[in-house]
């Protein structure tokens, strides 16, 4: 597991807050110069205003960063954000220009997958922001190019597509024979959700092929991502799996990963008070002799070995 880089306080200016999908929205922020590169699994912590409530920080995963200018333009971070409850409603109401209270970056990062093996990244929920970034960084798509909104053509009738133009194609080929992405496959992005609606195609990293999957059967095949993920998982002999979404997905998803003999890394989500490791507040329990660990400081990606599945919520 790599060691999780320096942690900054500091305040970060917004350059964009929109809807994206149903309930979801894509929060961009100037980059501070003296944090140190957000990477695909990190978070960062944000105060929503300076006013007492809501006191406590929150975190999200970062979903994509651009790199600034030689110029010395700055670069920019992105975070996808559910609406859910105080803070998240006060932060869309967020505008430009304004600035955030900010503790960045936290926590370790996804692994690279090991050599020879297909990366598999499941997202559900507000876990499709950290997987979208792992995704674009594995396809070596470049922070900039997305895909035109337009949910039909992205994905085909039975769920699946495979989203490589020529450009991120052979920007995948070209990694796959020395660093392990799949004798030249590129990643596979699975994204699951309840319905269709919440998934924010726009932001779909081009690049990886693509299994999409919806309770309503509105985007992809109809049911859970890990059924419509069975087939593919069926025919790859070496694969390298990541998830990041609610629990029941990522119980299904290490339930697979048993049965396949594949390493897995979860990236999981405790609510958090103090996110740098001295509160105990956002601990799960694990196999191993520390009992709890602590998903802000020794996570939130964990192998899903280490994780002591019987004890954790059924519908975190
Ligand atoms: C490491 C990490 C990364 C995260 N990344 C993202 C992200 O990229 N995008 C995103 O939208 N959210 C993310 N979250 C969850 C996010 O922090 C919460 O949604 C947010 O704190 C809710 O604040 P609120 O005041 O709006 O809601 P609250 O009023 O605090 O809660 C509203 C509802 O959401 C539930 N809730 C609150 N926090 C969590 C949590 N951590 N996990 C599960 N349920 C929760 C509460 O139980 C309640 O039902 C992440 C959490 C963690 C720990
Ligand atoms: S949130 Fe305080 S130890 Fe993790």
Redesign the pocket.
Known sequence: MLAPKPMRHCYATIVGNRPVSEGYYELTIEWPRRAARPEPGQ?LTLRVSPDPV?LLR????F?GFDEGGSDGAPGHAR????R??????ALTAATPGETLDILAPL?NRFPEPGAGRRPVLIAGG?GM??IFYWAERLAGSGAEIRLAADTGSRAGGDGTRNAGGSRNTTGTAGRAGGDGTGAGKPPVLAVGAQRGAIVPTELLPEGPELVLASDDGSLGTHGTVMDALGPLLAEEDQVELYACGPMPMLRAAHEAAERLGAPLWVSM????GCAVGACMG?TVRVNDERVYAR?CTEG?VFPSTEIDWASAPEN?
């Open positions: 978070f809501p929150r975190p999200f995963a979903s975070i996808l954000y559910e859910r409850g105080r803070a998240t409603r926590g507000v922001g950290p989500e405790q609510t958090m956002c998903v939130p975190a």
